[in-house]
């Protein structure tokens, strides 16, 4: 038996030595050789610092305060990773290493800090007020000791309370039979099923019960709910978890109750109902308070006192006194507090936090009958022993599909170090000593099915209370399309967003999917939810830095997190960002399932992935998620929101090889799936590739893509074409500037009122214009290819043979975007037939007049040319997605660029140079003074000019961005070819 524990030790003791030395040597290698200077940019070191004050604390320690020299124009400390606990050396700012003393950060605050000197009684430190100091921050093995000096306890522990415990945790022997259960009454009535059985199991238990909490599932309520049962039955609980946070959200729940509690260490809330606990907070209250407070002073004075003198001998007496004065201060301290923490129910403290060094070692060995743990899977299991060291009976509760605790060292988690003692007793012992909480009280529905399935069994269900909840549920959030969805997978794949390679980095990044995260947190918060009700979290530090970069001073409120960072917490909605995206189909960091099941279950009511499902379906785990993103969610492709993201991430046509072009010009010639009147023909005939296509063409069913924005311009364009139609004018053309989908969707309606339709003009000036099928003048326009016959004679197989004769032409990726082009129009056709049907109800009178029109117009159009023209016309799309801001003035006859300097109005929808842009100049001015109006009533404010809020750039601005734009496109462009260059090599 004793060979058991002593074989456990000793491993333990190697894993931990591994691991410090992996700590050491990474703090070594990231300071050494830096200059001061850097050492404060990287935030470990605080430069030219003076003295505030110095006074007496807890156990008669000197409280040093620094602030930063006022002389400097700096009144605050600059930014810095120093926080309360941490070790730091004081050194005077002259000279390199002349270090004064060390001390523990007490408290840090944006103009000062302050430290906890650690002083040998017979150097007692005396700062100078003219002096300059530094503070650097120090490798702190205060918690390595600790966990040593637990292991070698273990190793020799004696007849102690938890001899039982520790046969139970590290030897054969078996847990004990438990005890009846009694019949409760709970404090919390409302406790399901689930909860109060834990409960009752874990207090029947004799030496170990383990309550396994999947996410949401109430185990910190179930957790509360034991200790106070616990103290009912009059037991000393001692309640741990390893971080700070995790045991002040343990105080804040206890503090609603009538027990005593007692926190110890440093809270890292600053809630009144945390710090109310504390026991310094405690100890103020109490009988010695006063007493002590005069102590403190007295020495306070003395150490004036000895400043002040020269006098050698004086001084020494001045010293003399204080010692005596701290040897008082001590005792007085310490039987104040032994006292408070033999009143207390419940101490709590973090593991580490619960060390013999502490005040704990004040208490007689057998003080505590109870430890729980909370957080246990979380926890190295060395730190569990400190405080299991202590008692005989403990309950552990946590979640080991959860992260496990952090450790630096590859080697040591790899050989066990990573694995939590909660996760080995139930290897070890099974289900004989765990509970599993089974109802959540979280997660809709559907975001919970696939943590259940994937993690849990299939054992978690939904409360009532939030099995159905969206986020359009929420006050002030408008039901869109995107709060009307628990899951939304945006797939990037086929769209050439790939991750960024950093040389050296280990950290990756996705400049893509960075933008597409953008997109869709403007959809929420359009839609009204609040910034702070939203989480993004990313695997990657880079791609968080890049996140943050990029939202957060659109979005303060919102919070950016990696997974590690989010653990424990919740949000309303979650957008997740996979980063990787690469042809090697690597997926590195996301191949631990339990990250991605943290990922995931933060989310109450939305959850989105952006990833390249391609990449991530390398790793199976990720495939079932996408496949069941796919069968249970919305999916879009990433390609839906390209219009919005060129031109910094798409590849534009200059910059394509020919190859590639070619491939692009092969996957976008395809004509758009069967127009008007052959409904539901339009799926694509070539096999989708693998699962993925195959359940987002399935889940397209039930996609009811209601963009508003779509929908008012689709409406927008609509009162054009109906405008036109009534004019009698033989020809209108739409704009240049139009994007993409504005062309798609005049194509559409073109279509619907059986109009011909085609694109003209050369590059830049290209556009759309569209006239009657009667009309003599049949689009006769200088260079427009009108119908083009040419072109529909030259490719005619290709439009007849459908999806095969052009499948071989075309790479894989040709296919991908392909087939998500063909999904998005088939959406676009669900789409235009949903809005026809409502502007039949709606427009009856109008929908008479285009029916006369339509029947003069003659419907039989050669539905060859329709194809060929909108295939043509979605490539020119593409391209002119791709430079987008490339169109020459509006004004008829005006041959100025509009891509700099360009002004779009927004009555007509066109791009004028300066001279034209105003409403009036170019035609438009009844309509500006219309809107105007409108507006004016409507919110009440007066807007400049003609009366439209301009939300153009000004033009040097945007000079500015274009000329960025370049160079970045040309940057791209050489990075490119470099790469190509490096792997022919
Ligand atoms: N029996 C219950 N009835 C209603 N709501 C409950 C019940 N149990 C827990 N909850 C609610 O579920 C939420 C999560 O509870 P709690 O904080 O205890 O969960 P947890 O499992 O500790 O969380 P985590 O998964 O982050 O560890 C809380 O809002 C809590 O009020
Ligand atoms: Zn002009
Ligand atoms: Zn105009």
């Excluded at 100078?128 to 522990?157: F, G, I, S």
């Excluded at 847990?175 to 029947?204: G, H, I, M, R």
């Excluded at 007692?262 to 006063?290: F, I, K, W």
């Excluded at 034209?916 to 009440?940: D, F, L, T, Y």
Aim: with cysteine; hydrophobic share 35%.
């Amino acid at each position: 038996m004793a060979a058991l524990v002593e074989e456990f030790v000793s491993r333990q003791m190697e894993l931990l030595k591994e691991e410090r030395e992996a700590e050491i040597s990474e703090a070594r290698a990231w300071q050494e050789g830096i200059s001061l200077k850097e050492l404060q940019r990287r935030g470990v070191c605080l430069l030219k610092l003076e003295l505030h004050c110095q006074k007496t604390g807890l156990y008669g320690h000197l409280l040093v305060t620094l602030q930063p020299q006022k002389r400097g124009l700096d009144t605050e400390l600059p930014s810095n990773s120093f926080g309360p606990g941490d070790i730091v050396g004081l050194y005077e700012a002259a000279g390199q290493n002349n270090q004064i003393c060390t001390g523990i950060v007490t408290r840090i605050a944006s103009n000062s800090i302050t430290i906890a000197v650690d002083e040998p009684q017979s150097n007692l430190v005396s700062l100078d007020q003219e002096n300059l100091y530094r503070l650097l921050k120090l490798a702190n093995d205060v918690t390595y000791n600790r966990l040593k000096r637990a292991l070698n306890t273990l190793n020799h522990y004696g007849s102690g309370p938890a001899s039982d415990l520790i046969d139970v945790l590290l030897c054969s022997s078996e847990p004990s039979d438990a005890s009846d259960t009694k019949l409760l009454k709970f404090y919390n009535e409302s406790l399901d099923a689930s909860q109060k059985e834990a409960v009752c199991f874990s207090l029947a238990q004799k030496e170990l019960a383990i309550i396994h909490g999947p996410p949401g599932t109430g185990k910190t309520t179930t957790v509360v709910e034991i200790i106070l049962q616990a103290v009912e039955q009059g037991l000393k609980v001692l309640c741990c978890a390893p971080s700070n946070i995790a045991v002040d959200n343990l105080v804040e729940r206890l503090s609603d109750h009538k027990v005593r509690i007692l926190r110890l260490g440093r809270p890292a809330r600053l809630l009144e109902s945390v710090q109310h606990h504390s026991l310094d907070a405690v100890l103020s209250r109490g009988d010695n308070a006063q007493i002590v407070a005069d102590i403190r002073k007295d020495i306070d004075q003395a150490f004036m006192k000895t400043r002040k003198t020269q006098d050698k001998g004086e001084r020494k007496h001045f010293f003399n006194e204080i010692k005596i004065l701290r040897k008082e201060l001590k005792e007085r301290e310490e039987m104040a507090m032994s006292e408070t923490l033999q009143k207390a129910h419940v101490i709590l403290a973090t593991n580490t936090g619960a060390s013999s060094d502490g005040p704990l070692k004040l208490l007689p060995e057998n003080h505590f009958d109870l430890v729980v743990i909370d957080e246990c899977a979380q926890a190295l299991e060395a730190s569990c022993w400190i405080p299991l060291l202590k008692v005989r009976k403990c309950i552990l509760a946590g979640d080991h599909k959860q992260l496990p605790p952090t450790i630096i060292s590859h080697k040591a988690a790899a050989q066990g170090l990573s694995l939590s003692l909660m996760e080995r007793l139930i290897q070890k012992c099974g289900d004989r000593v765990v509970k599993m909480l089974t109802v959540q009280y979280r997660m809709h529905q559907a975001i919970m099915q696939w943590a259940s399935t994937e993690m849990y069994d299939g054992r978690l269900s939904a409360h009532c209370s939030v099995a159905q909840h969206l986020l359009k549920d929420l006050p002030g959030v408008a039901p869109t399309e995107e709060t009307s969805i628990p899951l939304l997978l945006i797939d990037t794949d086929g769209c050439d967003l790939f991750e960024l390679e950093v040389e050296e980095e280990q950290s990756r990044g996705n400049p893509g999917e960075v933008q597409l995260t953008g997109l869709h947190i403007d959809a929420l918060i359009e839609a009204g939810v609040k910034a702070k009700d939203v989480a993004v979290i990313a695997p990657y530090n880079l791609q968080v830095d890049m996140l943050r970069k990029h939202l957060y001073q659109k979005y303060p409120d919102l919070e950016i997190k990696s997974v590690d960072g989010f653990q424990g917490r919740e949000k309303e909605a979650v957008v997740l960002s996979f980063v990787r995206s690469n042809r090697k189909g690597e997926v590195g960091f996301l191949a631990e399932d339990r990250r991605i099941n943290v990922a995931i279950t933060r989310a109450r009511r939305h959850v989105a992935v952006i990833c390249d499902s391609r990449t991530v379906s390398n790793h199976n785990f990720l495939k079932r998620l996408v496949e069941y993103m796919s069968t249970h969610g919305e999916v879009r492709t990433a390609f839906e929101y390209l219009d919005d993201i060129v031109p910094g991430n798409y590849t534009p046509k200059s910059s394509l090889s020919p190859r590639d072009q070619e491939k692009r010009l092969k996957c976008s010639i395809d004509p758009l799936p069967k127009t008007l009147g052959e409904k539901r023909k339009g799926r694509p005939t070539q096999k989708p590739r693998e699962g993925l296509t195959e359940c987002s063409l399935e889940s397209r069913g039930k996609v009811t893509t209601s963009e508003t924005k779509e929908n008012e311009n689709s409406l927008k364009h609509k009162a054009r074409i109906l405008e036109f139609l009534d004019s009698g004018e033989v020809q209108l053309d739409f704009p240049s500037s139009l994007n993409a989908h504005d062309r798609m969707l005049i194509h559409q309606l073109a279509e619907e009122y059986g109009l011909q339709h085609v694109s003209t003009g050369e590059g830049s000036a290209r556009h759309i214009s569209i006239c009657r099928r009667d009309s003599p003048a049949e689009l006769s326009l200088g260079d427009t290819v009108v119908c083009q016959p040419e072109l529909i004679q030259a490719c005619p197989k290709e439009v007849d043979a459908g999806g095969e004769e052009r499948e071989r032409g075309a790479g894989p990726g040709a296919t991908d975007l392909k087939t998500l082009h063909m999904q998005r129009m088939e959406r676009e056709r669900e789409k235009k037939e949903e809005r026809v049907k409502q502007s039949q109800e709606a427009n009856v009178n109008l929908q008479e007049i285009i029916g006369k029109k339509e029947k003069n117009v003659g419907g039989k159009a050669s539905s060859k040319s329709k194809k060929e023209i909108a295939a043509e016309e979605d490539f020119d799309a593409m391209i002119s997605a791709a430079i987008k801001a490339d169109n020459t003035c509006g004004f008829s006859k005006c041959k100025a660029s509009v891509t700099t300097l360009g002004q779009l109005c927004q009555h007509c929808n066109r791009r004028y140079c300066l001279s034209h842009h105003i409403p009036e100049v170019h035609g438009c001015g009844e309509k500006a003074k219309a809107n105007a109006r409108q507006r004016i009533s409507k919110e009440g404010i007066l807007y400049p000019g003609s009366g439209m809020k301009d939300k153009s750039l000004d033009p040097t601005k945007r000079a500015h961005l274009q000329r960025r734009l370049d160079q970045k496109l040309s940057e791209l462009s050489k990075q490119r070819k470099s790469k190509r260059k490096d792997r022919e090599k």
